[in-house]
């Protein structure tokens, strides 16, 4: 009941919104602000009123949904310790999503009803445990993406905006696949909490090709070199709040997705396929950051960064640790606040000086002093700066992989020096330097939501980077089932 | 719970309470807050909360020091679980021992005479209330490291004081060379930093259970258990960290280039503590580096190396502060040098003497720099007659450093040189040289700076308005009372920090704080006090004949050096090498292009001939899609007929 009221509040915004007369129009980011608060407020309830030590998953609703002969799906939502966390984290950021669009002017009522479904749609993929549902969460996400980056991009918005789409479907295809070949097989079924006990066996395809089915669909979303294309062109062009909720949350269905779905449910074969995840984990790490490095547009350098700290999460999952796997999910709520942040303070800084091009910016620090204290310190988060957010995350993944695969961590331990490289090398040519008379005219001047917003991510960095034990007691209980199963097959 | 270490050295344990520990680290730390939450418009406040908060420190870090002299260097430890990530266990705690105790008293007494002097020098500056925020942070950073009872823990402030010097080195970010040198300083110390995270992985993995205690640490690394090589990694990865952060070769470059900071940044971060903090490290692990006589001869030709090329750099800079930059950068060397001669006490000795007489030179190069708006030394000249103070106090400390008896400088650097030729007579060598040449360099710029006719300074530039410059170049003064007080406090330690040899205090307090006691005894030794005061005497002669006599001229002694004298001009080229060839040609335009490329035309060209097969084909398609709802149904019907086939086939009935 309380996860379909979670999901609700989002939608039932949505719905008010569109029933606003077009006169009203500018009262639609009060409805969005309301039932962001209110979704933020009830899964922040959620999350203090969870009890770790329970086994399997909480909250859980259970009703037949479609029944006919060995084809049964069910409305089936719960949570446990590794969704939960990400749930507040998609909560936050909405809310951070809704606030940062206040200065949009066009077409609001569509815009920030999208917005809302969008983040229904999320919440509904970190809920759902039927894995049709699941999957009709999961592609539902693309509708109001393709709306938001098409309508309200800049750029070659529509370019990217498909791009995107037929990336993920494409990812989605093998996805599905999997889904029916799972699910069909001896002891297969469609409830994710069975699928999650039983072990599969008998399946049209191999097991492991029903794995790496899986994985791609997943892989696509993280992402994964080489499948990351998309999203440099995605964030380079969308608005700064679906930027926000694309890096912040989107991202993180992927590896999600690959902790419940691929680890969970075929754990010989997460074993079997560990190395390779690793090893493209940690690929995806420098590959990622070497390329950030020759980055000219802002935003699209952020992107990149986004592959190199995805590849952490690969990385940590690939270990198949408790510690590893720990760190993997802290390392998504830790980039999706950290780059969130980075996302919201370039789009301030891109709706003052109405260009990304880093060439053009420069000496910013003068014009815009506190725009740049915001930008300095989501960079240090994003570099891995002990007692932020990023450092707890990457120290805890290291640790955990490295007792399984030395050499895969001491390779993408180099992540650490070019993090600091791009970042720092980029602060210097947009913030730092002499003033440039270009921008004598840009002020630093905020409204009160730009203001919320840098501070409450701020803050919600300074807690995971200073308050670990709140997310990992969180998901210790969770993460050791999943440990389990694998533990089950190794030995 | 108070958790013991039996296997002390000392037999009493520090009846310290636990809370003046955090009290010490904390009490910085709410100065920022203070000044970050409400004191950034109100300067002189911002000044006065930094000097309170890191005044308590310092009251509490002396109580913590005769609290452990009491207890004849006693170890104590008080930790606290901070996170668990299923078998990792993180702790935060304190330790207070002989060398926290004695690193305490250097990092806040330099601390507080910095501040006291920055309310002077910083005074007009639009940045004053963030400088002072950011020096409270910095503090706050270093007190932790020093009093951290773990690896992890050490780690984090570790980042956290590079963190502080990234901001302070780049303070006036409008400099174009002020970012770039915050940015180098970062990145060059994080390339060391990678050694001590790898120490970290290593000392998780297969040190003592899991578990990242520096007392537990030690005992592992002494009990014979551990294989010699994972001691040797160890070691090295640690040396690894401490070589970035003490800008030791190869992974010096960064200090130099560390000047652009404000000059009270400089003589507290880059002169007296976080770039000893490297020196902290490897002392804070000697048993492990004990355990590794690898490890340790790259210990000491490392610092060997780093200090002779420094110091041949220190011999040609024209800058003042340049000059005391290398002549730091040498300096760091010989305690590397120290420690890895086993001289554990004698570096730490000449690390905290160290601190007190270079933190003097760089106030004094402040103070010129205050009256004449510049550091080139060829701008200065004569200043004797109008800084009297500076000028004494600057002398002191260039005393101290060129190790002349019976001042601070002389007890510490001899102490080395008797460690270093007891281990190995090529080091002692080294260390020699680098003492003639330590000499030669300071007077040079004693006689150049405060001898002959004043050269006029720096003119003040009208159309700069970040230069908070006040006075007059051509008429150079004394500055005020506020910096000229720490000058004259701190020539009290330049000049008799090194009574504590005598009693043999320092030696058992720093001693105190390993598991167990040093091999080496070491002894007064007359020949080798005399031959390196012969030597400093005979470098400062030296100075004297060229600069202040001009018996010979400089350049015919330069020329008379030939190419030598390039490459130290050059700086032995390291830069160009890093800068120009490694990172711009190698990395940025070699590697990383190709991957860009790579990216952008087989990776997601791919992805875009895809796209443009599926195009092309669903055009010669189309002709299907010829709006005739019966050919739809029929494709519809034959879809339909594929799933259902699918599955049954998957699954029969």
């Not at chain 2, 709410?30 to 005044?55: E, F």
């Not at chain 2, 020091?65 to 996170?83: M, R, S």
Request: aromatic share 12%; net charge negative; charged share 10%.
């Amino acid at each position: 009941m309380e996860l379909t009221i979670l999901l609700l509040i989002p939608v039932a915004g949505a719905v008010l919104i569109g029933l606003l007369p077009e006169r009203a129009e500018q009262n639609a980011r009060w409805i969005a602000l309301l039932s962001a608060v209110a979704a933020l407020a009830f899964s922040l309830f959620l999350f203090f009123d969870f009890d770790s030590a329970t086994p399997g998953y909480s909250y859980v609703v259970k009703e037949r949904w479609v029944d006919i002969s060995s084809f049964n799906l069910h409305y089936h939502l719960g949570v446990d310790g590794i969704s939960l966390p990400l749930i507040v984290l998609t909560t936050c950021l909405t809310l951070a999503s809704v606030l940062i669009s206040f200065s949009v002017t066009k077409r609001q009522r569509l815009y920030y009803a999208l917005l809302l479904v969008l983040a229904a749609s999320v919440l509904g993929v970190f809920m759902a445990l039927d894995f049709m549902l699941f999957f009709m969460f999961w592609e539902l996400e693309l509708i109001p993406m393709f709306l938001l980056i098409s309508i309200w991009g800049s750029g070659r918005k529509e370019y990217s905006a498909m791009k995107f789409v037929l990336y993920t479907i494409a990812g989605s295809a093998f996805m599905l696949v999997a889904i029916l070949m799972l699910a069909f097989a001896d002891g297969g079924s469609f409830d994710l909490v069975e699928l999650g006990e039983s072990n599969v066996s008998g399946a049209l395809l191999p097991l492991g090709w029903v794995f790496a089915f899986l994985f791609v669909g997943f892989a696509v979303k993280l992402p994964v070199f080489p499948l990351h294309t998309w999203l440099p062109d995605a964030h380079s062009d969308a608005p700064t709040a679906v930027s926000v909720m694309l890096a912040g949350v989107l991202l993180k269905m992927g590896g999600y997705g690959i902790i419940r779905m691929c680890v969970t449910i075929m754990p010989e074969q997460a074993e079997d396929f560990g190395i390779w995840m690793a090893g493209l984990g940690a690929f995806s790490i420098l590959y990622g950051a070497f390329v950030t490095l020759r980055q000219t547009d802002f935003k699209r350098l952020i992107a990149y960064s986004s592959v190199s700290h995805m590849g952490i999460v690969l990385l940590g999952i690939g270990a198949l640790g408790k510690t590893s796997i720990m760190g993997a999910n802290y390392q998504m709520l830790a980039h999706g606040v950290v780059t969130g942040m980075l996302f919201v303070m370039i789009g301030l800084m891109y709706d003052r000086t109405h260009t990304r091009e880093i060439a053009k910016l420069g000496g910013l620090g003068r014009q815009m002093p506190l725009i740049t204290t915001g930008l300095v310190f989501a960079g240090f988060a994003s570099l891995g700066l002990p007692a932020l957010a990023g450092f707890i995350a990457e120290i805890t993944v290291f640790l955990g992989a490295f007792e399984k695969f030395e050499w895969a961590v001491l390779a993408s331990i180099f992540g650490v020096v070019l993090s600091a490289g791009y970042i720092l090398w980029t602060l210097q040519r947009v913030v730092f330097g002499p003033v440039k008379h270009d921008w004598d005219g840009v002020t630093d001047q905020h409204q009160w939501w730009e203001h919320t917003v840098a501070g409450g991510m701020a803050v919600l960095i300074l807690i995971l980077g200073l308050y670990p034990a709140l997310m990992m007691d969180t998901m210790s209980g969770s993460v050791d089932q999943v440990i389990a199963r694998v533990e089950e097959v190794q030995s | 719970m108070p958790f013991l270490l039996a296997e002390s050295a000392a037999t009493s344990v520090p009846t310290i309470d636990e809370w003046v520990l955090w009290a010490i680290i904390a009490s910085p730390l709410i100065g920022w807050g203070l000044i970050v939450a409400y004191l950034r418009k109100i300067p002189v406040v911002a000044g006065g909360v930094a000097i309170a908060t890191i005044g308590v420190s310092l009251a509490l870090s002396f109580f913590a020091l005769f609290n452990v002299i009491d207890a004849d260097g006693g170890i104590l430890v008080h930790t606290h679980e901070w996170f668990t990530a299923g078998s990792l266990s993180v702790n935060i705690g304190v330790r207070i021992d002989g060398l926290t105790a004695v690193m305490l008293v250097v990092v806040t007494s330099v601390a507080f005479l910095v501040q006291l002097y920055s309310t002077g020098y910083m005074h007009g500056d639009t940045g004053y209330g963030r400088y002072f925020a950011h020096m409270c942070l910095f503090v706050f950073s270093m007190l932790g490291l020093v009093l951290a009872d773990n690896l992890f823990m050490i780690f984090i402030f570790w980042e956290l004081v590079g963190l502080c010097s990234y901001l302070l080195i780049g303070f006036w970010f409008h400099r174009p060379a002020a970012a770039a040198a915050a940015k180098k300083a970062f990145i060059t110390t994080r390339i060391g930093d990678l050694g001590l995270l790898a120490a970290l992985l290593l000392i998780w993995t297969r040190g003592p259970g899991g578990s990242f205690d520096v007392g537990l640490i030690q005992e592992w690394a002494t009990s014979g258990e551990p294989e010699g090589w994972i001691i040797t990694l160890f070691a090295l990865g640690i040396f690894a960290g401490a070589v970035g952060k003490s800008a030791q070769f190869p992974l010096h470059v960064w200090l130099p280039d560390a000047m652009e900071g404000p000059t009270p940044v400089s003589a507290l971060i880059h002169a007296a503590t976080m770039v000893a903090a490297g020196v902290y490290l490897v002392a804070r692990f000697f048993p492990v580096f004990e355990a590794s006589h690898d490890a340790m001869t790259v210990v000491a030709w490392i610092g060997a190396a780093t200090s002779l090329i420094a110091a041949t750099i220190a011999i040609v800079q024209t800058d003042f502060k340049r000059v005391m930059a290398y002549s730091t950068v040498s300096q760091l060397g010989l305690m590397m040098l120290s420690l890895g001669a086993f001289g554990y006490v004698a570096a730490i000795f000449h690390l905290f003497t160290h601190a007190f007489f270079k933190a003097l030179l760089f106030l004094t190069a402040g103070s010129v720099n205050h009256a004449t708006n510049t550091y080139d030394m060829r701008l200065m000249g004569g200043l004797r007659k109008y800084m009297p103070i500076t000028f004494a106090t600057c002398v002191i400390g260039s005393l101290s450093l060129a190790g002349i008896f019976p001042l601070a400088g002389f007890w510490s650097k001899d102490e080395i040189l008797l460690d270093a030729f007891r281990e190995n007579p090529g080091l002692w060598f080294v260390a020699q040289l680098v003492s003639l040449l330590t000499a030669f360099y300071i007077f040079r710029a004693i006689f150049l700076t405060f001898f002959g006719e004043y050269r006029g300074g720096q003119p003040v530039d009208p159309h700069d308005h970040d230069s908070h410059f006040e006075g007059d170049p051509a008429h150079p003064h004394e500055p005020p009372w506020s910096m000229r007080a720490p000058l004259l406090i701190l020539a009290v330690p330049a000049i008799a920090a090194g009574a504590f040899v005598i009693n043999h205090s320092f030696r058992d307090l720093i001693e105190g704080a390993l598991p167990h006691a040093l091999e080496h005894e070491s002894s007064f030794e007359w020949s080798i006090a005399i031959s390196s005061t012969v030597l400093g005497v005979l470098g400062i002669g030296l100075a004297w004949a060229i600069y202040q006599k001009h018996w010979l001229s400089s350049r015919s002694f330069a020329m008379g050096f030939g190419p030598l004298t390039a490459l130290f001009e050059q700086k032995w080229y390291f830069d160009k090498l890093y800068e120009d060839f490694l990172v711009k040609r190698v990395l940025q335009s070699g590697w990383n292009r190709l991957l860009e490329l790579n990216d952008k035309y087989v990776v997601d060209g791919v992805v875009n001939g895809v796209g443009t097969v599926a195009r092309v084909t669903s055009d010669r398609m189309r002709v299907i899609q010829n709006g005739q709802p019966q050919a739809y149904g029929l494709g519809f019907a034959a879809g339909i007929l594929v799933v259902v086939v699918a599955v049954f086939a998957a699954n029969p009935l």
